[in-house]
């Protein structure tokens, strides 16, 4: 910004909140630079979850080395991720939403006036999906929250789940950081997260202020490997994951029913999309192969009733060096996914969901 210095050489206070969620992704060179530009008679605060070698690298920069630690938690202290009563199920891939759907109405069942659900997807296209779904198939009235939704509607829907005595919300990883949802009695992750860092924070949203809570992870069998990840920490087999499987009447319609749907067809072909890129940026903790990853994002949508695999743009596939895979359509060419996206509006259509 033209004249920066001049706008805060008054400057008398520089805080630095989610420091370690800053560094991973990658703004260290824009924080060194901001620095350098500010006051050197100041004060700094910094504010981090985690304090890794990278973090103290800053500390010591930011603060020229005359700081105080202040250790908020302390070493007698249990984490929240380690109070929180931690599951896992692994299933095939079209059998997750029948985990996630029962484990949200067993919790329902057991306080119909005091739950409070908290489920994390991967991307927020998967989470814009899968809110529809609910709320249209299974006529479950769910709250939504994630980047693609503007500031002003995020930031509504936090205090409503906030406030209210019961619910459920679907989100993103936006509200796996820095957010204290009141008495959040289950946290379901519906897929791997990206890494072991984001699973520990997102069941971190329950068992807070001393309280009770559950988490439930809910994994594909191509994803299982995300478990030597987190195996240090005190999750368990799910004890009833035979009976998650269990598929009534109400779920057969749910999925058997939507493809009529133009939009949730369109947002179902822009969830399997995300899906692609969400496996292959975690390709080093799943360690899954270009087939896994395109059978992976399948199978979870196959589960909610998608019968044929969307097509995908040339420039997306190129991107993720998956154009030339067997396995996934690709448009024929560059600039063709908007003549495929015109399709998907058709009621009869079948071009991007052909076999």
């Known amino acids: 910004t033209y004249l920066f210095a001049t706008l805060v050489q008054n400057l008398q206070t520089l805080v630095l909140d989610e420091a370690d969620r800053l560094l991973s992704l990658g703004f260290l060179p824009e924080v060194r630079e901001i620095v350098s530009y500010l006051p ?9 979850a985690t304090m890794p070698e990278s973090v103290m690298d800053v500390v010591s920069k930011a603060c020229r080395g005359n700081y105080r630690y202040i250790d908020c938690v ?4 249990q ?3 380690s109070t929180a009563e931690q599951s896992y199920v692994v299933l095939n891939g079209h059998q997750c939403l029948a985990a996630l759907y029962n484990l949200i109405m067993n919790e329902m069942a057991a306080d119909r006036y005091g739950y409070k659900i908290l489920v994390f997807f991967a991307t927020a296209r998967l989470t814009t999906f899968m809110a529809q779904f609910f709320r249209e198939q299974l006529r479950i009235g769910v709250y939504e929250i994630h980047r693609r939704r503007d500031a002003d509607a995020r930031i509504a829907t936090q205090e409503r789940f906030k406030e209210a005595q019961s619910g459920i919300l679907f989100s993103s990883d936006v509200s796996a950081r820095g957010m204290d949802y009141p008495n959040v009695t289950l946290v379901l992750q519906f897929g791997a997260p990206a890494t072991r860092e984001m699973y520990i924070h997102r069941v971190g949203r329950t068992a807070r202020a001393g309280k009770s809570g559950q988490a439930v992870l ?5 994803e299982s490997s995300f478990l030597t990840a987190v195996q240090d920490l005190p999750i368990r087999q799910h004890e009833r994951a035979e009976e998650l499987k269990r598929v009534n009447e109400l779920l057969i319609k749910a999925t058997t029913s939507w493809l009529a749907s133009a939009p949730l067809r369109a947002a179902a072909s ?4 995300s899906l692609l890129v969400h496996y292959k940026a975690t390709h080093r903790i799943l360690h899954m192969e270009d087939d896994a990853v395109i059978q992976a994002a399948s199978d979870l949508l196959l589960g909610c009733g998608l019968v044929d695999q969307p097509v995908i743009s040339r420039r997306l596939g190129v991107m993720l060096g998956l154009e030339k895979n067997p396995l996934i359509q690709c448009a024929r060419r560059i600039g063709e996914q908007d003549d495929v996206l015109q399709e998907q509006e058709l009621p009869g259509a079948v071009g991007p969901w052909r076999g």
């Open 40 to 48: 050197t008679q100041r004060r700094t605060m910094l504010f981090s």
């Open 218 to 222: 809910i994994l594909g069998e191509l």
């Open 74 to 77: 302390g070493e007698e202290s």
């Open 270 to 273: 822009a969830a399997f999309a």
């Open 79 to 81: 984490s929240t991720a």
